[in-house]
């Protein structure tokens, strides 16, 4: 990529303040390609947004990384959308792991793509609504992956 790969966290290195009983973490880790303003990404919990990535620009083949709890009874659905439809390329990457456990790992979206994250191993129920409104022809792109 000709330059270096920088990582910003958003997260203490401590232990989880997650509630054990109620609460599961949930890590993103999300590396740009080499054209980030094309790419953004979001994550709901019950259809509510908890985190997104808002503006990329300006910070080509960067890793981010956001942490969070999430009630184990809860809907949680990871979005991301690439406004030219190609995804991410190498090295552009993203995971989600759920307490220590990766659950999702991809980079060959398209233009978009929705990712159910099963807390408690059960189908969300809420009807999933379509977020990123920067990006006006996702209805068309949409797509589903369960895991």
């Known amino acids: 990529n000709g330059g270096s790969t920088r990582v910003y966290n958003s997260y203490s290195n ?4 997650c509630d054990d009983t109620f ?7 999300f590396t740009t390609d080499g054209k980030p303003d094309e790419t953004t990404w979001e994550l709901r ?19 981010f990384v956001e942490e ?9 659905r ?23 456990e990766e659950v999702v790992r991809d980079s060959d979206f398209g233009g978009f793509k929705s990712y159910e ?4 191993r059960t189908r969300c129920t809420a009807p ?11 209805s068309k792109l949409k797509s589903t992956e369960t895991m």
């Open 14 to 17: 401590s232990t989880s303040s």
């Open 23 to 29: 609460e599961k973490s949930l890590r993103i880790s």
């Open 45 to 63: 919990v019950d259809s509510e947004v908890r985190l997104s990535s808002g503006s990329l620009s300006g910070h080509a083949y960067t890793t």
């Open 68 to 76: 969070t709890c999430v009630p184990v009874e809860s809907c949680v």
């Open 78 to 100: 990871f979005f991301v959308c690439d406004t030219q439809g190609d995804g991410l390329e190498s090295p552009g990457v993203f995971a989600l792991m759920l307490d220590g």
């Open 117 to 120: 994250v099963n807390v408690t």
């Open 128 to 138: 999933e609504h379509v977020p990123m409104p920067n990006s006006h022809s996702i």
